[in-house]
């Protein structure tokens, strides 16, 4: 009898590739370094099955892969070498691991041999080979393999790791030698193990009667949503829910197009630049649902009561898929660890059966009556400022312009800064991947290099990626990567000449005395910036320059019409912050004012 033949044999790297492909990655982005070119070979080897995309510098890659899966719910994977290449990294995995968005990170290293032997590039100080004490807080495991035989166990686990539970980016830190060990083991198999896992949990079901049973009985009920529902695939059963009972929905900064903000149901941005219908409306609740949201600071007015909630006397229903979430900020009626679309088809069903019997919710009329009475007095607050037609242009009118240009399919990406606060206040999103922000760790650079992802992940839809001009210049190298791949992302660079949102704060906290938050010309001490649409026809880039919001609106459409990338240099005025029906406060340094309404105070207070 013939003894039973070996596999044939193939490296670390190869079997790194083949489980990727196993999983479906279409893309991987990084950027080269001694210690990836075996891994590179192996992208090389299958560059068929998986296109690579080279970036010019890390954490852009981190913000690609991020936002591809928030438009297609489809994991991607980076590389990154030993050292400083794979040190510029964290800043994109600590974006992706507060925002619950999952990568796979293959980071380079150091030789085993050469561990602990101050090697070229090795963290060695504390612990040989010590790149997984970097990243530590900022992923949701590091996967440090020793031995080749190691590998294909890893893999598989870390890719388990990163998509089961609430999600988030792991990192698969790879010293160089196994990249190149031959491997006789087959690779695992996705169908045999991470596919047949299934983590939408529902709730207990004593918890779903006693969240239909509070919810069927509020006189002034309000649901909350987060990013939970938008990537939890939730925002049908969202809808049904709301439409059901006449529950108003707000959101948070993280949940915005959950729920098309054109229904009459919407209530729009919770926090301390919400509208005054969202804020008024939720700290005036006798119920809240709360779906997968965090009430970080800026949802929740630095939780102050009476701006965003007053909680307690409202009654709090928290439902998250991480229970350290619950009762982290606001004590709660009732808290359920579930999968939020699971929650909502329970609450649905038990809903319905209570229906059948004849069992009818409150009556909702005189809520929803005094909400859109709360609706117009934001509007009249507001409609001075969609009217205003000056140089510079007027920051909420361009905010309005960019939002009436889009098409309805078209996706959004902000970057952080001032821009980003105008564009969640007066943006009104129709779908759930239609206006992409960071609200967990906030890094500038998220939108200039995530906007490529954006239109990777769906190159049929028109991609236009709003960004500060402190941020745009820090990452103008996505300039090369846009060019060389022909990325037809259209960028506008909200430029106000200065970091515009700290300079807010030392305008209202600091009475005035700023330093080192604006841009000005070395000789005539005016406001200055490099010319941006210069520089990107340097790198083959159209580039135009606009000044009043008709041309705004005109060059937005004429990019996303020439089909090809291209940067908008649009001289916005920076001396206005976005007003709202919340406030923020920073500790020692006092707090900011409602631009409408005051503190809500309940009765018998």
Known sequence: MNAPSKPAARDGAGVIVDYLIREKVPYIFGLCGHGNIGFIDALHARSGEIKTVSVHHESVAGFMADVYYRVSGQPTATFTSCGPGSANLPISLANSFFDSVPFFAVTGNVPTTQFNRGAFQETYRHYQADFPSTVRAYCKRVFQPTTAAQLPVFVRQAWKTMVTGRPGPVVLDVPFDLFNEPIPEETPRPEDWNANISCRCGADPEGVSKAADMLMQAQRPVILVGQGVRYGGATTELRALAEKLRIPVAMSASGIGAIDATHPLALGLVARNGPYQANHAARQADVLLALGVRFDDRTSSSWIPGFSFTIPPTKLIHVDIDPDEIARNYPVALGLMADVRTFLRQLLSEIDSRLARGRMP?????????????????????????????????????????????????????????????????????????????????????????????????PARPCVAVVGDGAFLMHANVLGTAYEYQ??????????????????????????????????????????????????????????????????????????????????????????????????????????????????VPEGK
């Not at 240009?405 to 759930?432: M, T």
């Not at 949102?501 to 005395?513: E, H």
Request: proline fraction near 7%; hydrophobic fraction near 40%; aromatic fraction near 10%.
């Open 362 to 458: 409150a009556e909702r009329g005189a809520w929803l009556d005094a909400i859109a009475g709360y609706r117009k007095e934001w509007e009249d607050f507001v409609a001075p400022g969609f009217r205003a037609d000056t140089t510079p242009i007027a920051p909420q009118r361009a905010a309005h312009e960019i939002d009436r240009v889009l098409p309805e399919d078209a996706i959004l990406v902000s970057d952080i800064g001032v821009h980003h606060n105008w564009l969640i206040q007066f943006c009104r999103p129709k779908r759930p991947d239609s206006l992409i922000g960071s609200m967990g760790f906030g890094p500038m650079g998220f939108g200039v290099a995530g906007a490529l992802g954006a239109k990777l992940a769906a």
């Open 487 to 600: 990325i037809p992302v259209v960028y506008l660079v909200w430029n106000n000449y200065a970091y515009g949102s700290i300079r807010g704060l030392q305008r209202g906290y600091l009475g005035g005395r700023e330093l080192a938050t604006d841009f000005r010309h070395p000789g005539t001490n005016k406001p200055y910036n490099p010319d941006f649409a210069a520089m990107a026809r340097a790198a083959g880039i159209a580039g135009v320059s606009v000044g009043r919001a008709s041309d705004l609106a005109d060059a937005v459409r004429q990019g996303i019409a020439s089909g090809k990338p291209c940067v908008i240099d649009a001289n916005i005025d920076g001396n206005l912050n976005p007003a709202g029906a919340g406030i923020w406060e920073l500790p020692g340094m006092g707090r900011s004012k409602p631009g409408i309404g005051k503190q809500y």
